[in-house]
């Protein structure tokens, strides 16, 4: 069931009530897009019958006044026993008395300042005894936190962590025995953002040590210093989605080339904030991905900024970048899977495209 914008007029209200609210007792999966109050009291009846319910996707509009919400929103998900998968986007998770011991899945997007987001972060871990996916964007970075020292806690079933732009500070009082996947500073915007401070990854080195896990995957999301990223990777680590810049491409390739560095390697992404003649100006991504092939590496991912576009024009510039960038193509052939891709459109995937680039390069001549 989805509800997006409901409850705008008595008429509408009537009719959730009377008409949708019934049926509550078939919902498998619930939507809702929380934009006032009297949609919420319109849903008072489905308190109880939400019993084959197994995910919970809530999202509340920022305007939304809390008060109401803090009465009714506890009572309409205390009794869900199927529930096993929740993504909420808002200020209220508080009120909501989710479950959390028995989700697997728990996406939490929280924007609010009076809870200390140690203290959210902290309760989540502890009660979600049978989480294996848990995903934690706290978006104020001003919020309290607590100060005073937490015990140090196991968690044993989380087997993929995801945290946004500003990492929990609870999470140097935790260890996660099971954690196979690690995600970082996740973020959809394509802004530049600075290059992430040595101390912030000592956090993650900390926490990997502790945990003593054999990590498989790391994404991080915001350009890292190659110091850092060796504090962070593991040689278990199979798939490796890393952001880079202008400071930190050269020696992360460098660093890459060497097949000692992640032996164990398969699948291997660069979300670049760079120009394209940039990443293609002379042939060291290209030789780095010949020699990760020979070592095992199944697949390349190259994603560029969705402001960058492959004009006529560029493509003729005469530094020689489009020839390596048609040389990169051309390793499709060779068994290695290589995605080029501009804002999620792969253009080696695209026929017309990769005609352009050669026609650009050979000037209407096949090579």
């Known amino acids: 069931m989805k509800l997006v914008g409901y409850g705008h007029t008595p008429e509408a209200q009537v009719f959730i009530a009377e008409s949708i609210a019934p049926t509550s007792d078939r919902w498998k999966s619930l939507y809702l897009n929380i934009r006032d109050f009297e949609g919420i009291q319109s849903l008072a009846d489905i308190l109880g019958r939400l019993q084959i319910l197994e995910s919970l996707y809530l999202v509340q509009h920022q305007g939304v006044t809390r008060k109401p919400f803090d009465e009714h929103l506890p009572k309409l998900f205390c009794r869900v026993p199927l529930l096993s998968t929740a993504s909420i986007v808002g ?32 309760h989540c871990i502890e009660q979600g005894t049978s ?39 609870g999470l140097k009082y935790f260890v996660f025995q099971g954690m196979e996947e690690l995600v970082l500073f996740q973020q959809n915007e394509w802004e530049p953002t600075p290059i992430v401070p040595s101390h912030q990854l000592m956090v993650i080195s900390d926490l990997l040590n502790r945990s003593k896990i054999r990590l ?47 032996p164990g390697l398969r699948r291997l992404s660069l979300r670049n904030h760079l120009p394209v003649i940039f990443m293609f100006k002379d042939d060291s991504i290209l030789s780095m991905a010949v020699l990760r092939a020979q070592l095992g590496l199944r697949s390349l991912s190259l994603v560029i900024p969705p402001s960058q576009s492959l004009t006529s024009p560029l493509l003729r510039a005469p530094s020689g970048w489009s020839t390596n960038l048609l040389r990169m193509y051309k390793q499709k052939g060779s068994g290695l899977d290589v995605t080029f891709s501009i804002y999620e459109k792969d253009v080696f995937a695209d026929d017309d495209a990769v005609n352009e680039i050669i026609n650009c390069i050979t000037g209407g001549s096949e090579t």
Do not use: C
């Open 91 to 122: 200020s209220f998770f508080r009120e909501l008395s989710l479950p959390l011991h028995q989700l697997m899945t728990l996406y939490l997007n929280i924007y609010e300042q009076d809870v200390p987001e140690s203290s959210l972060f902290n």
């Open 216 to 262: 498989r995957s790391l994404a991080v999301y915001r350009p890292i210093h190659l110091l850092s990223l060796n504090d962070i990777v593991m040689t278990s680590l199979m798939d490796l989605f890393i952001t880079v810049n202008g400071e930190t491409l050269n020696p992360i390739i460098r660093r890459l080339v060497e097949p000692s560095f992640l």
């Open 131 to 169: 989480l294996v996916s848990f995903t934690f964007y706290y978006k104020l970075s001003g919020a309290r936190r607590l100060s005073e020292p937490v015990p140090e806690m196991t968690q044993q079933t989380i087997r993929r962590l995801e945290l946004g732009s500003h990492l929990p500070s």
